[in-house]
């Protein structure tokens, strides 16, 4: 019998997450692999400061909130103070990891620092209330960029897994969505190794999420998933990046 | 008599970090505190503790974050740049209410500045250090010894209220050498039930936070913060008063300037001028007690500093401006000389007679 129940490091509250925003579904999986791997109560998590900067309510693990964009250094911290006890997780945004914490990000990667992150790339500043990101796609409506996302003055999009691949320190990243069950499936599997990477103090493992922010980019639940589809993934591939212990995956 | 050693004062400062108990470090190189770094990075390999050289100083504080969230000591050391940019960190820590020792061995600025003793970040450390309500605990090193004895200290303190403990020292205090005795009694870590070290299944969760969006809630626990700052005042002040008792004139100095003042002192007494010196160790809590008592007797009170003046203002706080109080200072890197204080000791000397 198959019985449909909450993950037990989930906590039994109700999220302030708005309708057809895929946090809860991340945060879900991460305490779905939580409860299976049976280390809830090792495991330190850090909050990011963006959407799901109350993400420290929501797991039954202890957890820790940290300053915009430093969750890496903090998870740094927590790790090196008992490596063998503590297992260490990050759950960042884009802005968060991809903008004002990109050192952090890149200099724990560089260190194969022995932590797990979950970046949810949704290509928009949730939490202020719609700006442009450093992941906002090329000619993307945002309320900072009202005409659209224009390369010559912004820039281009933040590539993470990319540009974390060409360094020597990660262990495992790949990139992921959950648009749909199939997809759902295959983050679970991607977030599970990234924590059993930890667990076998393999090193660095980073599980980047395309998400849905329908509040932001003005869509539809429905039309959110389909927009991953059609604009995010032709510019971010799913995919694994690096898997160093599984050298067939590169 | 305990066996003395001849030191560097970052190195007593290394050394006695690690005799308290703290097996973490995090650092990021800059003049003149990187003995510091170097001797963590020598030391803590071999008793199994963590030295690790940061990507920026923004990092170091927030892995001292992390260590101190589960429930470990741990320190950071850095020089004025560094310790701005240290200052996001120290908001945090202040807000999740987390112990912490921070070494500041101030050089002159503002900016870059330059590499050589200052005191110009007395106001930056004694009015919190960040964003928001809050305040550090300041110990002002008056030599090599104390530069040792006062980190112990802050540990100590840092771990009592749970707070950031700031070793506030001066290039000269980093890299000056001077005997100095290394046992100490360590007050061992209290429990630290609030720690995020993983619940191990056995209790609800622990959350290590400085976020609270009902301001009613923020209030509060501003409130209480500051009920316990109060309790601080009043007990943990600490001063040394030389040659006060019969004193006309009170001269206060800390760190490297009062020992430049106490020669001063010294050169006038012999010419029969009666003088003292106030120092503080404690630059927060300011020890007023000493200010309020000497603005009953003497009649005029010089602060030397190696700044444009900043502990004056505090001086002229704690004594309600009862006597006048003067700056005789340097800046920019520069140290008052003997002679430059005793000039100024005469002056005010004379005009007593």
């Known amino acids: ?250 | 008599m305990a066996n003395k050693v001849l030191m560097k004062g970052n190195e007593a400062i290394a050394e006695a970090a690690i005799k308290a108990g703290c097996k973490h470090y995090f650092g990021y190189p800059i003049t003149p505190q990187t003995e510091i770094a170097a001797y963590m990075a020598k030391k803590m390999p071999k008793i199994g503790g963590t030295f690790l050289q940061a990507e920026s100083e923004i990092a170091a504080i927030n892995m001292v974050y992390g260590v101190s969230s589960a429930g470990y000591r741990v320190m950071t050391s850095s020089s004025s740049p560094g310790i701005s940019l240290k200052s996001e960190g120290l908001s945090y820590l202040a807000g999740a209410d987390l112990p912490a020792v921070v070494i500041n061995v101030q050089r002159g600025g503002p900016g870059l500045g330059d590499i050589q003793p200052s005191q110009s970040d007395y106001f930056q450390a004694t009015r919190g250090g960040g964003h928001g309500d809050f305040h550090m605990i300041v110990l002002a090193p008056g030599s090599v010894q104390e530069m040792a004895s006062l980190t112990v200290k802050g540990f100590e303190l840092a771990d009592k209220y749970r707070m950031t403990a700031m070793i506030l020292a001066d290039g000269t205090m980093g890299q000056m050498m001077e005997p100095v005795e290394l046992d100490f009694d360590v007050a061992p870590a209290p429990e630290k039930p609030w720690a995020t070290n993983g619940t191990k299944m056995q209790r609800k969760h622990n959350i290590t936070n400085s976020l609270s969006l009902v301001p009613e809630e923020l209030e509060k626990f501003n409130f209480a913060r500051y009920e316990r700052y109060k309790l601080i005042e009043e007990t943990e002040a600490l001063c040394e008063e030389y040659l006060m008792d019969d004193a006309e004139i009170a001269v206060t100095a800390y760190g490297i300037a009062s020992r430049v003042t106490k020669n001063a002192v010294d050169e006038a007494r012999k010419m029969g001028i009666k003088v003292g010196l106030i120092r503080p160790i404690t630059v927060w809590p300011f020890p007023k007690a000493p200010y309020e008592k000497a603005a009953e007797k003497v009649n005029h009170i010089i602060t030397v500093e190696l700044s444009m003046g900043q502990m004056i203002e505090d001086v002229m706080l704690a004594t309600k401006c009862k006597v006048p109080v003067t700056l005789c200072n340097r800046a920019g890197g520069m140290i008052p000389s003997v002679e430059q204080v005793l000039e100024e000791i005469k002056k005010y000397a004379k005009r007593g007679e």
């Open chain 1, 1 to 250: 019998m198959v019985v449909f129940d909450k993950p037990k490091s989930l906590a039994d509250i109700s999220m302030h997450y708005c309708p057809g925003c895929t946090h809860g579904i991340v945060h879900r999986l991460v305490a779905e692999v939580i409860d299976e791997l049976g280390i809830e109560g090792k495991t330190i998590g850090i909050a990011p400061v963006g959407c799901s900067v109350m993400a420290y309510n929501y797991f039954n693990c202890d957890m820790i909130e940290a300053a915009h964009g430093r969750a890496p250094a903090v998870a740094t911290g927590v790790k090196r103070a008992n490596p063998d006890e503590h297992i260490v997780f990050t759950y960042q945004g884009d802005g968060d990891l991809a903008s004002i914490g990109m050192a952090e990000t890149v200099h724990a990667a560089a260190r194969n620092e022995n932590i797990t992150i979950i970046f949810i790339n949704n290509a928009i500043y949730g939490m202020t209330g719609g700006q442009m990101a450093p992941t906002s796609l090329p000619g993307q409506v945002t309320q900072t960029s009202p005409y659209g996302r224009d390369v010559n003055a912004c820039g281009y999009p933040v590539k993470v897994c990319e540009m974390l691949s060409t360094l020597e320190g990660p262990e495992y990243l790949e990139r992921v969505t959950v648009n749909s069950v199939k997809a759902v499936k295959n983050a679970k599997k991607a977030i599970k190794k990234a924590f059993q990477n930890q667990i076998d103090k393999k090193g660095f493992s980073l599980v980047e999420v395309l998400s849905t922010c329908p509040t932001n980019w003005g869509m539809t639940p429905q039309n959110a998933l389909k927009w991953i589809d059609e604009k995010m993934i032709p510019y971010y591939p799913l995919g694994v990046y690096k898997d160093r212990s599984n050298k067939e995956n590169n």
